[in-house]
């Protein structure tokens, strides 16, 4: 039903649009389902995301689960010569679908966005509107990171320190970017993007507390709203340089520009002997300056296609989190990609990561990969395979940081339309 009714309004929004100015649009989409099993009897596995898009989630006590992972998506796509100074405009509506809920693909029950921007563009590059994949994954976790669900935990350990839509590295709302050239392949020899973040970031402050007395037991309500300030939120600046048609080398630098209001996060403070919890002003002042920090990622990497049947790549990740004690989170990864030939491929790669905070557990070694079996030019079955290493520690107040092993194996059918 909610095929029938997308594709009446497109075809009824084509129709009332002049037929000078129509674009041509594609409709495509993929449909992605695969069993999952997960071990993590440490619960280390964090940076894993075992069970996403499943019904009920995936653990390690249970035996396995069907998962959605990839997100299974429906979009529609396409451009127009405008005959105007030699411009093209271009559009991307894409929407996640739930396939595994038979409600949709939010907790609403509609359809999900995963891209959605307008761009106008030419010789010079395209600027674009809207929400779009990131220059940190295009120039950056692309290098070393294409499996299609699992074999992300070095790269999330570092970008998971970023906030808002910048936080694990892929797609970003509320944006507008101007790129040139494409950091797909080798084919351009300059590619680079700036995208500026729009209007980002907004942060629950307080709660109402309860003893039991008073109205409804309420007896002290200090929940509040406190948005950022900034205009412009983030920034992310790529370039590649490809040379000799199978080498490139690209780096990557995003910050964030955050202004919480301080005052906000003092007013919720809570201060009453009759509350068990107390929200201090201690407690307010740490929680802004937690939300003001200004985190800053530094990316370089480089593909070298050897043959047209082996890549090999590197990629180092640094975030300076702005914490006020000078720490830092860092990976750095090595991958392959392989053409069996007959329709099979594989991926492998190999990652550590570490955090300098020692409450956090270093990444001592991610191992991931895939091999997959394409059946037809829209179709292929493939086995995603990652395990994450965690290193034991104790922290400057002698307490242990559990380690561990967290390990996730999936065997997904994928179908293109």
């Known amino acids: 039903m909610k095929k029938k009714i997308l594709a009446l309004a497109v075809s009824g929004g084509l129709a009332a649009a002049p037929m000078g100015a129509m674009a041509a649009p594609e409709i495509y989409g993929l449909i992605d389902i695969g069993l999952e099993s997960y071990t993590d009897s440490d619960g280390v596995g964090d940076q894993i995301f075992q069970g996403l898009n499943s019904v009920a989630g995936n653990s390690d006590d249970r035996d396995f689960g069907l998962s959605n992972g ?67 994954y295009e120039f950056g976790g692309w290098n070393t990171h294409r499996t299609d669900v699992h074999g992300y935990g070095s790269y999330y350990y570092t970008t998971g ?26 084919s351009d020899p300059i590619a680079a993007q700036i995208t500026l973040g729009i209007g980002e970031g907004q942060n629950s402050v307080g709660t109402d507390y309860y003893d ?76 802004a300056q937690a939300a003001n920090a200004e985190p800053k990622l530094y990316n370089v990497g480089a593909r070298w296609s050897v043959t047209d049947a082996l890549e090999l790549s590197a990629n180092y990740t640094n975030v300076d989190l702005d914490n006020g004690g000078d720490d830092s989170v860092d990976s750095i990864a090595v991958a392959s990609f392989m053409d069996f030939g007959n329709g099979l491929s594989g991926h492998l790669g190999v990652a550590q990561a570490s955090d ?24 292929d079955i493939r086995l995603e395979l990652e395990t994450a290493d965690y290193d034991d520690s104790v922290d400057s107040d002698g307490n242990a940081v559990s380690g561990g092993t967290a390990t996730v194996a999936l065997v997904a059918l994928q179908h293109n339309f």
């Open 161 to 186: 320190n970023l906030s808002n839509s910048l936080a694990f590295g892929f797609r970003q709302d509320s944006a507008i970017s101007y790129e040139y050239g494409s950091a797909w392949g080798h």
């Open 212 to 287: 039991g007395t008073g109205t409804n037991g309420v007896i002290a309500d200090n929940s509040a709203t406190v948005e950022n300030q900034e205009g412009i939120s983030s920034l992310q600046a790529a370039i590649q340089y490809s040379f000799a048609e199978s080498v490139s080398v690209n780096a990557v630098f995003a910050t964030e520009f955050n202004d919480y209001d301080q005052g906000t996060y003092e007013d919720a403070v809570v201060d009453n002997a009759n509350i068990d919890y107390q929200y201090t002003l201690s407690d307010a002042q740490s929680a």
């Open 70 to 136: 990839l997100q299974s998506r429906i979009g529609v796509r396409g451009s127009e010569e405008l005959g105007v100074a030699d411009l093209t405009a271009s559009y991307n509506m894409e929407f996640s679908v739930d396939v595994l809920n038979e409600d949709g693909g939010t907790a609403s029950g509609d359809l999900g966005t995963r891209l959605g921007w307008v761009a106008l563009g030419s010789d010079w590059g395209k600027i674009k509107v809207g929400s779009q994949w990131q220059a940190l």
């Open 356 to 379: 300098d905070r020692n409450t956090v557990a270093d990444l001592d070694l991610n191992v991931y990969g895939y091999i997959k079996q394409a059946l037809s030019d829209r179709t």
